[in-house]
């Protein structure tokens, strides 16, 4: 996976409700560095976030608070090749700093299917209690080819 910078381009759509948040004005408001870290079907340990240190493959997002998990899904297929077939999984999950104890903890966020809809889909950073300093770290799983060929088999043992 390439390290690089993508700026969020994706719009996104408010649906009317009570509840709902004002949402932010792009064009007045700066973004924030998102730093997200992707790895092939897991997440990464809370060890490679030890005293300063992060994973190596490193994607740097310039994006807003009202961000969807799935605008995040769309930013990351654009620079990885390997997460761009439909029905892969993006499990997002929060890394933060724990005051209690000198290390990072993990919150999960929420898991996106690229071509599918699902109920994260429109989950906002800031609905997930997302702090300007906190890290991303996604788990990526490209669906399993093998479904298919065992349905066809009708899971004969031989």
């Known amino acids: ?33 998102l730093r997200v870290f992707c790895a092939m079907g897991r997440h990464h340990s809370l060890s490679d976030y030890v005293r300063g240190s992060v994973p190596a493959n490193e ?6 608070t009202d961000a969807t998990l799935l605008e995040i899904t769309g930013l990351v297929r654009e620079v990885n090749y390997e997460a761009r077939r439909r ?15 000198a290390c990072y903890s993990r ?3 929420g898991s996106t299917i690229s071509g599918e809809r699902g109920p994260d889909d429109m ?9 300007i300093g906190d890290y991303i770290d996604i788990a990526i799983t490209p669906p399993n080819r093998n479904m298919n060929n065992q349905s066809n088999r009708r899971f004969r043992p031989y």
């Open 1 to 33: 996976m390439a390290s690089g910078t993508v700026e969020s381009a994706v719009a996104v759509r408010v649906e009317e409700n009570r509840d709902v948040e004002k949402s932010i004005d792009r064009e007045k408001t700066c973004p924030l560095l």
């Open 107 to 109: 919150r999960d966020m």
């Open 123 to 131: 989950k906002t950073l800031k609905q997930c209690r997302f702090t």
């Open 59 to 64: 994607l740097q997002i310039y994006t807003w």
């Open 87 to 101: 029905g892969t999984r993006f499990s997002f999950a929060q890394i933060y700093p724990d005051p209690r104890n």
